[in-house]
């Protein structure tokens, strides 16, 4: 699990390294965005099905499913607000870094 947590925080160090080298340029290398979501996606791989598993064995037997349905649908909730945050991007006011 934690690689998973490793994975996901080392996709964001590649964000963060994306937009450093392009220096406050509007576009950056298209491979910085192929490497953020191999590495996020890697990551998630080992974090979701050790989850699951670590709710499996400390839920109590009559809830188990209750609450796997429960890690679930954390991750609908949580890309329901990503997506729904993302949908004001196009309305917001670009704000310009210089150097």
Do not use: H
Not at 7 to 36: E, F, H, K, R, T
Not at 62 to 83: Q, Y
Not at 86 to 96: A, T
């Amino acid at each position: 699990m934690s690689l998973g947590c490793f994975g996901v925080a080392l996709a964001n160090l590649i964000m963060v390294g994306a937009a450093w080298q392009s220096g406050g340029a509007p576009d950056a290398s298209w491979l910085w965005l192929l490497g953020y979501f191999v590495v996020i996606t890697i990551g998630e791989l080992y974090l979701s099905p050790i989850g699951l598993s670590l709710v499996s064995k400390v839920a109590p037997a009559r809830m188990v499913s209750m609450l796997m349905g429960v890690w679930l649908a954390t991750s609908f909730v949580g890309n329901f607000i990503a997506g729904w945050l993302g949908s004001f991007w196009s309305s917001m006011d670009k704000v310009e870094v210089s150097s």
